[in-house]
């Protein structure tokens, strides 16, 4: 298993202020998401970050709204650009990690999250 | 597209009794599905996977090819129980790995 560190893990902000949420993974992994989690909905993923390439982004999220970091292979950082209320959210930082026990599979990790409220 | 559905997002029941959580998911390749689970507070937790075929905290799951559904199952439910569970679809993909479709949740609570 993997252990996930966020920080912060909760702020108040400004609207149109941007916040630099960090993620800090305790092994090296090849894969990190960044989740959105509204209040009252389920998770949605926001992009994907390898390391040494562009994020990948899905449909609904941008580059310019959210810009994504990943210098090395266990921290990636997750930036909320000229927040609005709408931003208000748990942020979510997940890597895929090696299970242990029989199963040789992989499974996905998360993070604490990050709780953003925005006024 | 890849789908989950959670049709209920509440669900109570009294201690001792059967639980079932529901799960719907629509997938064209071949489905891995996973239960996690979020306790009052805590970080979300991976609960269980269909492809393990283990029984977690008294909790199975067994995907139906057939019905296209994952339900999550206990037969006798405790008060720690009480958490929102969510079933989630994993896809992979060629150009940016895989990734993690949630169905939109089911806040069981167990009453004593």
């Known amino acids: 298993s993997a252990v996930i560190s966020q920080k912060p893990s909760r702020d108040i902000c400004q609207r149109g202020t941007s916040l630099t949420i960090q993620c800090q993974v305790d092994s090296q992994v090849t894969m990190m998401f960044w989740y959105r989690q509204q209040p009252g909905q389920s998770l949605t993923l926001i992009a994907t970050a390898n390391q040494g390439s562009e994020a990948t982004y899905e449909s609904g999220f941008v580059i310019d709204k959210f810009p994504i970091s990943r210098p090395n292979l266990t921290f990636s950082t997750l930036t909320v650009s000229n927040m609005s209320p709408e931003d208000s959210s748990i942020y979510l930082c997940?890597?895929?990690?090696?299970?242990?026990?029989?199963?040789?599979?992989?499974?996905?990790?998360f993070g604490e999250g990050s709780w953003l409220t925005v006024v | 597209a890849q789908r989950v559905t959670q049709p209920e997002k509440l669900l109570s029941v009294f201690k001792g009794a059967p639980v079932e959580l529901k799960c719907n998911y629509s997938y064209s390749g071949s489905p891995e599905l996973f239960w996690y689970v979020q306790y009052s507070r805590q970080r979300l937790q991976l609960l269980l996977r269909?492809?393990s075929r283990e029984s977690i905290k008294g909790f199975t799951a067994d995907l139906n090819k057939g019905e296209t559904s994952f339900h999550l199952k206990k037969p006798f439910a405790q008060e720690e129980d009480s958490a929102m569970y969510y079933c989630a679809l994993k896809e992979v993909r060629e150009t940016s790995g895989s990734r993690l479709t949630f169905g939109e949740g089911t806040q069981l609570t167990v009453n004593p």
């Open positions: 997940s890597v895929v990690g090696r299970e242990k026990g029989s199963y040789s599979g992989n499974t996905i990790y």
């Open positions: 269909h492809i």
